[in-house]
């Protein structure tokens, strides 16, 4: 999935917030990972990871809710039509 400096809900003129309270900036790689992933698979906050399909590396920066499962949400940053035409898909996260 894919979620922008919007969704994030943040104030006009503020920015939106990581996990552990970075700023997210709209050209960052950011990903927000669904709790099993740190619980089964030890990815963590702040890990670098490569997503298939995409160019960069991707770093860790949120935890979304329990009620997700073996999911990740993209950061878009403010580009809302990125983001919505990215939609939702199935990719291959990789890590060392």
Not at 11 to 25: D, I, V
Not at 65 to 78: E, T
Request: glycine share 8%; aromatic share 8%.
């Amino acid at each position: 999935m894919a979620y922008t400096a919007q969704s994030c809900g943040h104030r006009k003129h503020s920015q939106p917030r990581a996990a552990n309270g970075e700023c997210l900036t709209p050209q960052m790689n950011a990903i927000a990972v669904s709790p099993d992933l740190i619980q089964d698979y030890g990815i963590c906050l702040n890990k670098t990871v490569h997503l298939q399909g995409l160019k960069g590396d991707y770093k860790v920066k949120d935890i979304m809710n329990a009620r997700h499962k073996k999911s990740i949400d993209i950061y878009f940053g403010d580009d809302q039509t990125a983001a919505r035409q990215w939609g939702r898909r199935t990719l291959t996260l990789s890590w060392e």
